[in-house]
């Protein structure tokens, strides 16, 4: 089985910064893109960045210039550091990964439980 946990949600006032992780661990053979993405209250599930395993990243527009997203390809986790952050921001932050399950031998894709970030104004 593979596992996405995710870490680092909670409550922080506008302006303020949170950084959160995602560990993928189980019968994992490679992991080519991760990413972050949320869902606010009412509204669809969006991407908030992503990453490929060589490096190359995208972002959101709404987040360009105060978040970045980073991974440790020897440790299977991405990283999202968010600073100057916005009310808008709040939502249930997912991470999500591209990868091969030795099981199965295809790429597929897979999602953490979820950790919910509330920016108060």
């Known amino acids: 089985q593979v596992h996405l946990v995710e870490s680092g949600g909670g409550l922080v006032q506008a302006g303020g910064s949170l950084r959160l992780s995602c560990a993928a661990s189980g019968s994992i053979f490679s992991i080519n893109a991760m990413g972050w993405y949320r869902q606010a209250p009412g509204k669809l599930r969006e991407l908030v960045a992503s990453i490929m395993r060589g490096g190359s990243t995208h972002y959101a527009d709404s987040v360009k210039g105060r978040f970045t997203i980073s991974r440790d390809n020897a440790k299977n986790t991405v990283y999202l550091q968010m600073n100057s952050l916005k009310p808008e921001d709040t939502g249930v932050y997912s991470c999500?990964?591209?990868?091969?399950?030795?099981?199965?031998?295809?790429?597929?894709?897979?999602w953490g439980q979820g950790t919910q970030v509330t920016v108060s104004s």
């Open positions: 999500n990964a591209q990868l091969v399950d030795v099981r199965i031998g295809r790429m597929g894709d897979y």
